[in-house]
């Protein structure tokens, strides 16, 4: 197939069999044969119905950042009005994408990046998309954060997202990210780079705190797998089938990451160090016990923006 567009007036979805014959293979094939003769704004109008049909409520949103990916570095809107300036390489990359969320393959993944408080993370399916409920513990940290210089420790950090979006704020903290998925931390890697934060952000592979030194840390955030095995196997299969069960898996009553954690953030805070763990909506009683019996103090829990319980965050004492 060559990269044609149609001339002025004629519309580019003309899509002629030879060139539906060479994208045999191709998962959006289908919707390609499907769309022969449409303009752009109807296969629009098309691939939204089909969000829709299928349960994706942000169906109009979701199409508008599909076309607006495929179309970089032309504007959705300048194609829409000139058809002419898009070729059908472009219509058959966007029937791929289109089809993968079809199969429920979550958006970020698909666009490859997600944005997550200040930032514009690289996402694979090796990492847990970062979620907007997490930006509640980013915020509460900060309002506990001078601009002094401090150490952070991320315990799963997946694709870096607490720790990039803290440092990138403060300039004198650098951190360190832990995770048990060498995939994930490739992931976080390249989102240091991608931030400009190389340089103050070190990952390491492990289990939890179990490998690192006492004592060496200012500050300790996570963000565990705190979903119980029987909720995970019910949750939308964006989710179920496509993130990483590593990441999601919180054990038969979703707090045994807990368990281990906090048996550790008295040995690896500093005297007085802050920690904040992000739990769960139903969780803050059990997480908060298990905080208080391990000698943190000044317990504290905050909801998110939806105003569910979202984290539990204190103190190692003096
Ligand atoms: C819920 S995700 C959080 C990812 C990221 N911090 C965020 O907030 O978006 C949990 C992370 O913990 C990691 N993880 C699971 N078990 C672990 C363990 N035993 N030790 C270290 N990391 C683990 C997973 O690989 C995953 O990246």
Redesign the pocket.
């Known amino acids: 197939m060559t990269d044609r567009a149609g001339p002025p007036g004629i519309s580019f979805q003309d899509l002629l069999d030879e060139d539906l014959r060479e994208q045999s293979g191709r998962p959006g094939l289908a919707l390609c044969q499907a769309w022969q003769g449409l303009g752009l704004a109807d296969i629009r109008g098309d691939s939204v119905e089909r969000l829709l049909e299928i349960g994706i409520e942000d169906a109009a949103l979701e199409v508008r950042f599909l076309l607006q990916h495929v179309l970089q570095p032309d504007s959705l809107n300048l194609a829409l009005h000139d058809p002419a300036l898009v070729s059908w390489q472009r219509v058959a990359h966007f029937a791929d994408l289109l089809t993968a969320r079809l199969n429920r393959k979550p958006l970020s993944q698909i666009l490859g990046s997600q944005p997550f408080w200040t930032l514009d993370l690289a996402v694979t399916p090796d990492?847990?998309t970062?979620?907007a409920d997490?930006e509640a513990l980013v915020e509460a940290v900060l309002a506990r954060l001078g601009d002094e210089e401090a150490q952070i420790l991320?315990?799963?950090?997946?694709?870096g997202?607490?720790l990039l979006a803290l440092l990138n704020e403060r300039p004198a903290l650098r951190g360190l990210g832990?995770?048990?998925?060498s995939a994930?931390l490739a992931v976080a890697g390249q989102n240091a780079a991608r931030t400009g934060l190389s340089e103050r952000a070190d990952f390491i592979e492990?289990?939890?705190g179990a490998a690192l030194e006492s004592g060496r840390f200012d500050i300790l955030v996570s963000?565990?797998?705190y979903i119980t095995r029987e909720v995970l196997a019910g949750l939308e299969p964006e989710v179920r089938d496509h993130e990483?069960t590593?990441?999601?898996d919180g054990g038969s009553d979703g707090l045994e990451?807990y368990r281990?954690i906090i048996a550790d953030i008295p040995r690896l805070l500093v005297p007085g160090g802050l920690f904040a763990l992000?739990i769960g909506y139903d969780q803050a009683s059990s997480v908060r016990a298990l905080t208080a019996a391990a000698g943190l103090v000044d317990i504290e829990v905050i909801c998110d923006l939806g105003g569910n319980d979202r984290v539990v965050l204190g103190h190692n004492p003096r």
């Open positions: 990492v847990l970062p979620r997490t991320d315990l799963g950090t997946g694709s997202a607490i832990v995770d048990l998925s994930a492990g289990r939890w963000n565990p797998p990483p590593i990441a999601l990451a281990d992000e």
